[in-house]
C-alpha cells in the first residue's frame, strides 16, 4: 500500500495554505547525538516547517518537526538500545506522520542493535537506512562507502576515538547475528524483513529512495535522504538574504579531534585557553583547577573577547574521552555561574549534549542554519542565551569565524 506521503495533487497548498493532505502532520525525529539532530532540525527551518528539538518527548508538541536528540552515540550498546525503545516507545503515543531514524552519515554507533529494537517498538517489519549525502562527497556504492572518492577507512574516520572504522564494506562493518543486513539499489526488490542499506552515488538516488517507502518501513539516514523526503512533501522555503550578528560574548567549546578542528583552534591561538595540563596528566581536575580555568575564560568574556575553550591533544596522557568530556561541561558551568554569555557555540555531538545537560537546557527552538549541519538555536530554559552546534567534520560557516 502507497503511502499518503508526497502532496496530492488535488491538494493546492498555495490557496489554502495547507502543507500535507494527512490527519497528521508532525514528523517526528530520533537522532543519535545533538549535532545530528540540529542539522535535520536546521532542514525544516529550509522548509519553512516550525521545528521543536529536545532531549526527550514533549507530549504537548504542536511542532511540524519534532527533533528529539538522544546521546545513544556516547553511551553503550545497552544503553543506547534503552534510551531508543524508551523514545520511540514515547513518539508512537504521538502518531506521528513519520518517525525518523537519523544516524551517523558514516555508519558509526550501535546501529544495528537500535534498530532492532526500534523495529520491535514500533510493530515493524524491516528498516531501510540511506546515511550517504552525495552533496558533502559522501557515497555509498556496491556496499562500500567513499568520502569524496577515498575509501572511508582511509580517511580520517579511521582514527575516530570512539568508533574507528576499520572497514569500508557496510556489512563487513556490522555483526550480522539476528537480523538480516542488506544492500540494495533503489531499483531492487526489497525483502520483507530486516535491515536495508540503501546505495546512493547522486541525488536522483535519494529521490529514487523516497519512491520506496511504505507504511511497514522504518525509514533512517543521514541530512541527504531527510531532505530528499522533505523536498517530495513541502514547497522549499524562498530564501531570503539573512545577516546573522552573533553577539557580544561568544564562548566556543571544541570537542572534535578532527584534524581539521585541532588545525582551526591553533591557529586561533590567542582566544584560546586549553584545558588545564594538570587534568590531562593525572587524570582528575579538582575543584581549584577548574576554578582557576572557568576564571580566567570568564574574564576574558567580561571584556567582550571570544574564548575558545579546547583540549591540546599532544597533552593527553590518561584522560578518557568521557573525562575530558565531563571536564568541559562542567567548566562552561562555571563560566555561566560567573559571566553572561550571548553565544554558546559548541563543536562535537557527544561534547554538546554533556554541556547542555551540564548547564540544564533541555529544549533548544531552531532559529537560523547557518551552513550545512551548523544550525543556531535558542536555549529555551536560557531565553538569553543562543546555542550554535557544529558536527566535528564539518566546516565553521563564515558568521562564527575568528580570522
Not at 49 to 68: F, G, H
Not at 277 to 297: F, M, Q, V, Y
Request: one cysteine or more.
Amino acid at each position: 500500500m502507497r503511502w499518503c506521503w508526497r502532496l496530492s495533487r488535488r491538494c493546492n497548498w498555495r490557496k489554502t495554505g495547507a502543507r500535507v493532505c494527512c490527519p497528521r502532520k508532525m514528523i517526528a525525529v530520533i537522532a543519535d547525538d545533538l549535532t545530528g539532530a540540529a542539522e535535520l532540525g536546521g532542514i525544516g527551518l529550509a522548509y519553512g516547517l516550525e521545528v521543536e528539538l529536545s532531549v526527550s518527548v514533549n507530549p504537548q508538541s504542536k511542532a511540524d518537526l519534532l527533533v528529539i536528540a538522544t546521546d545513544a552515540r556516547s553511551v553503550s550498546e545497552p544503553e543506547a538500545v534503552r534510551e531508543m525503545t524508551e523514545v520511540s516507545r514515547a513518539l508512537r503515543e504521538l502518531k506521528p506522520l513519520l518517525i525518523y531514524k537519523k544516524i551517523d552519515s558514516v555508519l558509526r554507533g550501535h546501529i544495528l542493535a537500535e534498530t532492532r529494537a526500534q523495529l520491535t517498538v514500533l510493530g515493524l517489519t524491516k528498516a531501510l537506512l540511506v546515511p550517504a549525502n552525495p552533496a558533502l562527497g559522501r557515497t555509498l556504492v556496491g556496499g562500500q562507502y567513499f568520502v569524496d572518492g577515498k575509501p572511508l577507512h582511509q580517511t580520517h574516520f579511521a582514527h575516530d576515538p570512539e568508533f574507528p572504522v576499520t572497514d569500508s564494506d557496510v556489512l563487513k562493518r556490522f555483526k550480522i547475528t539476528t537480523e538480516p543486513v542488506f544492500v540494495r539499489n533503489p531499483s531492487d526488490a526489497l525483502p520483507d524483513r530486516g535491515v536495508v542499506f540503501g546505495n546512493v552515488e547522486k541525488w536522483t538516488d535519494l529521490q529514487a529512495w523516497v519512491e520506496r517507502i511504505d507504511h511497514q518501513t522504518l525509514l533512517g539516514g543521514g541530512f541527504g535522504f531527510f531532505t530528499a523526503l522533505l523536498d517530495s512533501r513541502f514547497p522549499p522555503k524562498q530564501k531570503t538574504a539573512t545577516l546573522v550578528a552573533p553577539g557580544n560574548t561568544r564562548l566556543y567549546v571544541c570537542g572534535s579531534a578532527f584534524k581539521e578542528s585541532v588545525d582551526w583552534v591553533k591557529k586561533a591561538v590567542h582566544s584560546v585557553q586549553y584545558m588545564p595540563k594538570a587534568r590531562l596528566k593525572s587524570g582528575a581536575l579538582d575543584e581549584s583547577n577548574r576554578t582557576t580555568w572557568a576564571t580566567k575564560i570568564a574574564e576574558r568574556l567580561q571584556r567582550r573577547k571570544p574564548v575558545i575553550m579546547a583540549i591540546d591533544p599532544t597533552a593527553v596522557e590518561t584522560s578518557t574521552t568521557i573525562q575530558l568530556r565531563t571536564d568541559l561541561a562542567k567548566t562552561v558551568r562555571d563560566v555561566l555561574n560567573r559571566t553572561h554569555i550571548d553565544e554558546l557555540i559548541i563543536e562535537g555531538g557527544s561534547t554538546a549534549s554533556a554541556v547542555l545537560r551540564e548547564i540544564g537546557v533541555s529544549r533548544l527552538a531552531p532559529v537560523h542554519e547557518l551552513a550545512t549541519g551548523v544550525v543556531r538555536s535558542k536555549a529555551i530554559e536560557i531565553p538569553q542565551l543562543h546555542v550554535t552546534v557544529k558536527p566535528g567534520s564539518y566546516r565553521w560557516p563564515p558568521e562564527l569565524g575568528l580570522f
